[in-house]
């Protein structure tokens, strides 16, 4: 996330929910996010190419109205750039909206099915919030778990140790 991206998440998300196609909005931005190339997206950041040949370019995908305006409001500001930031603030807009927590735990193994659901239990009666939980396996962790959800880190892992006793030693 940019300082950028979340004011133009928020006004998107504004004008989505007001015309009550958040859904289909969302699924538009991720389609046209994840269609872009490198020659693509060179196209739309070159500062040589008119923006008016980047809008009508936009103008002629297909998609809901609001999110073209929005492309080309993106265009015309120079910050185009911020699409991927704009996509992640979006879903973790929605994401609050539907009181939903997505929880992203880090470990050095894959997690069971049944370790994954007692975290999910522990989160949602915790928060009180309906939470999904993604696990990524990361091979830098020694042991012990990190948690990231709506912006903090909770460090559980033996690395994080490590390195409060390592601070405390050289001192």
Known sequence: ???????????????????EIIEEVETALD???QSLDEETEDFFLHPGIAKEEKRRIL??????????????????????????????DFRKLKARMQDLLELKVHSRKKLSSERLEAIKEEYQKHYNRK??????????????????????VVDDTINRTLDRLKSRLTK
């Open 31 to 33: 389609s046209f996010v």
């Open 59 to 88: 103008r002629s995908l297909s998609g809901p109205g609001v999110l073209l305006d929005f492309l080309c409001v993106l265009i015309d500001n120079n910050r185009i750039s911020e699409l991927f930031g704009i996509l992640e």
């Open 1 to 19: 996330m940019t300082i950028a991206s979340g004011p133009y998440a928020t006004a998107l998300f504004a004008l989505a929910a007001e015309r």
């Open 131 to 152: 939470v999904t939980v993604e696990n990524t396996v990361d091979d830098a962790i020694v042991g012990g778990l990190r948690f990231e959800f709506d912006g903090k």
